[in-house]
């Protein structure tokens, strides 16, 4: 076990897929020589050269568009999205385009194509910047959703992604980029579509993913002090989603709550509750919470900006309802 | 132009470039958070561009906004107020750097996405073409900005209805890390509008005064034609991107060279060529600014935070 950064996980898993796979290049704004505006492809453009490392013209309809063409004819480009609020200005590609053009066809193309996209708030970037959107994304029959938590998540899901077949949008976080974790040492995969244990309880399931994670694990830290275990489901893959763990869990523990960062009303949380409540409601001890953020669009000021995004002690709190 | 209003001038673009360079410093203090985008090196630009409209015309642009935002008319206070997040902001702390607008000043924002605000210009236009008046919209842009589809759209629309818009480029050589010629198809931007039938101009963009002069020239066709145009500005910025770019797409010797074209220093330089006025007199600008600009980080550090209520305040118009 190596301990590595989000970011390096993220890199490496890039590097080796480059590597195994000629079929495989990056199209993105400022992927080359700027390094990636998150630093995650620095050096890439010296190792592979403009062939491999297409810097575009700010353009999300074309780099969209373009990685939905290149893959239909076989190449596996990764897309990727400053942002992941500029993929309202490809939304057509992604939304009509990608998740569609397999099923509308009779199966005659194939879309290996993986999108990579940074989301999340935190960082003060204003309404537009700040965005946790994956709930609408994963709303979408023919697109898959994967968003890890660790950097042994992020390295293994993403090489699975390059190496699908199907459209992907991997979602990464603004603000863990920096996050260390174990990662096996050689080469290794992780299955899209499988949910995880990320601790074990006994008290209460709490369902997360990607920045909920890292909240919700010091939340269980904070709550293990008072005797409260918590055990925490990381979805890791919001479409298609794997319910088994999560119901494995909930039959348990009988009480759960929900963490995400993005908002509450029609979000992840709603989804994750109407499934428990559908597949094992004679297992419910106590109605589920959803943490999530508040139903604002996210302001500039810090202040007002942390007051609106979902933190540990939200989760606290939360956990501690559902236990009464 | 008459004295007063060159000397006017040329208090905006010092006033520009102090309250960004207190800014830089107040970002590096952790005083200022998200992205800010420096002007400094084109404050020319609209300085020129805003002097030649009427008060009745509209000014629209990128998230690059500062310079824009102090020559409509914003008070320092204010856009220093932003830049902190505080309750005395135009946008009252929610907006920050990349959004200062004033309906009173006739600015409708600094947008963060990028060609976002081009079809929205073409409203602005649109709009006052329903209302039956001849305000013009000037709306800034940056060259990376010309190679999205929402430029394309909102220029074919622009001249397809007749629409008074100032559609300006400012040509800064660069989107982030990419040059021009790594991201356009046509090295000249203003061929872009040739593929639309729209009149265009290109000019120098670190002299005010030629900036002013073909604003002016430009705003006259509009008002009179009901037509858009065109208007391509050659400058340069001095900073990186946004606070923090490494830089690594451009050489030192490069920016050096735009550096000894400094806007500001090439205006000092005509106004006492020309005598217009005395050094003493533009020293006292440079003091005046001093003072403003020390006032501004006073008065925006000593406002109030905004407060939980605004936190949910202003999401909608009707509640
Ligand atoms: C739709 C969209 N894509 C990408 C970005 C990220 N981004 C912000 S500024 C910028 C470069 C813009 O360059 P240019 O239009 O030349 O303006 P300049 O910054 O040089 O003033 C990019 C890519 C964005 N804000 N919006
Ligand atoms: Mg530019």
Redesign the interface.
């Known amino acids: 076990m190596a301990k590595i950064t989000m970011r390096e996980a993220i890199s490496q898993a890039l590097m080796e897929e480059m590597d195994r796979d000629p079929a495989v290049f990056i199209i993105g704004?400022?992927v080359g020589?700027?390094?990636g505006?998150y630093a995650v492809t620095k050096g890439f453009y010296d190792k592979y050269g403009s062939d491999r490392i297409k810097?575009?013209?700010?353009?999300?309809?074309?780099i969209i568009g373009a990685a939905i063409g290149a893959a239909m004819v076989g190449q596996r480009p990764i897309a990727e999205l400053m942002t992941i609020?500029?993929a309202f200005?490809a939304m057509d590609y992604i939304v009509n385009q990608a998740a569609k053009l397999r099923y509308m066809f009779g199966g005659q193309f194939m879309l290996p194509l993986v999108i990579r996209a940074v989301g999340g708030g935190g960082?003060?970037?204003?309404?537009?910047?700040s965005q946790t959107p994956d709930a609408i994304f994963a709303h979408f029959p023919g697109l898959k959703v994967v968003s890890p938590g660790t950097p042994e998540d992020a390295k293994g899901l993403l090489k699975s992604a390059i190496r699908s077949n199907d459209p992907i949008l991997f979602i990464e976080h603004a603000t863990m980029y920096q996050v260390r974790g174990d990662v096996p040492e050689g080469e290794y995969l992780i299955p899209i579509g499988k949910s995880k244990v990320q601790r074990p309880g006994k008290d209460l399931t709490i369902i997360t993913y990607c920045k909920g994670l890292e909240l919700s694990m010091k939340a269980a830290e904070e709550l293990a002090k008072e005797g409260i275990e918590a055990e925490i489901i990381d979805l890791r893959t919001l479409r298609p989603l794997d319910m088994g763990p999560v119901l494995e869990s909930f039959k348990k523990t009988n009480r759960a709550i929900v963490v995400e960062e993005g908002w509450k009303s029609y979000g992840v949380g709603s989804e994750i509750v109407s499934r428990i409540y559908e597949e094992a409601f004679d297992y419910v001890d106590a109605p589920i919470i959803r943490v999530a953020q508040?139903?604002?669009?996210l302001?500039?000021?810090?202040?007002?900006e942390q007051?609106?995004l979902p933190q540990v002690h939200d989760i606290i709190d939360a956990a501690k309802e559902v236990l009464k | 132009m008459k004295k007063e209003q060159l000397l006017d001038l040329y208090y905006q673009m010092v006033l520009i470039r102090r309250v960004e360079e207190r800014g830089a410093e107040l970002y590096q203090a952790g005083k200022i958070?998200?992205?800010m985008h420096l002007y400094i090196g084109q404050e020319a630009v609209s300085t020129g561009l805003i002097a030649a409209r009427e008060p009745r015309d509209r000014v629209i642009t990128a998230y690059r906004d500062h310079g824009v935002a102090l020559n409509c008319g914003i008070a320092a206070n204010e856009v220093m107020a932003e830049l902190l997040?505080?309750s005395t902001g135009m946008?009252k702390?929610?907006?920050?750097?990349?959004?200062m607008a004033s309906t009173e000043k006739n600015m409708w924002g600094g947008h963060?996405?990028?060609?976002?605000h081009l079809p929205v210009a073409a409203g602005l236009a649109l709009g006052d073409q329903y209302a039956k008046n001849d305000n013009i919209t000037i709306c800034m842009f940056g060259d990376?900005?010309t190679?999205?589809?929402?430029f394309h759209e909102a220029l074919n629309l622009a001249k397809t209805w007749g629409l008074r818009v100032l559609w300006v480029c400012e040509n800064n050589q660069y989107?982030?890390?990419?040059a021009v010629e790594?991201?356009?198809a046509v090295p000249e931007i203003r061929q872009k509008a040739e593929g639309y039938g729209m009149k265009n101009g290109q000019v120098d963009g670190m002299d005010v005064v030629k900036v002013y002069e073909a604003a002016s020239e430009a705003m006259n066709f509009i008002r009179k034609e009901g037509q858009p145009y065109f208007l391509e500005i050659d400058t340069y910025r001095f900073r990186g991107h946004s606070m923090g770019d490494?830089e690594?797409?451009r050489k030192a010797e490069e920016v050096k060279k735009w550096q000894e074209n400094d806007p500001i220093g090439i205006f000092n330089k005509y106004l006492l060529d020309k005598k217009v006025t005395t050094r003493k007199a533009l020293d006292e600008i440079e003091t005046r600014v001093e003072e403003e600009v020390a006032k501004a980080v006073e008065f925006a550090e000593s406002s109030p935070?905004?407060t939980?209520e605004?936190?949910?305040a202003d999401?909608y118009a009707d509640n």
């Open positions: 704004e400022e020589v700027w390094g505006t810097d575009t013209p700010i353009a999300e309809n074309a609020n500029f200005s960082r003060q970037l204003g309404a537009t910047h508040k139903e604002v669009p302001p500039y000021n810090r202040t007002l007051a609106a | 958070g998200g992205f997040g505080k946008s702390g929610k907006g920050g750097s990349m959004h963060a996405i990028v060609g976002g990376g900005a190679n999205i589809g929402y989107g982030m890390g990419t790594r991201a356009s490494p690594r797409y935070e905004p939980m605004d936190l949910y999401i």
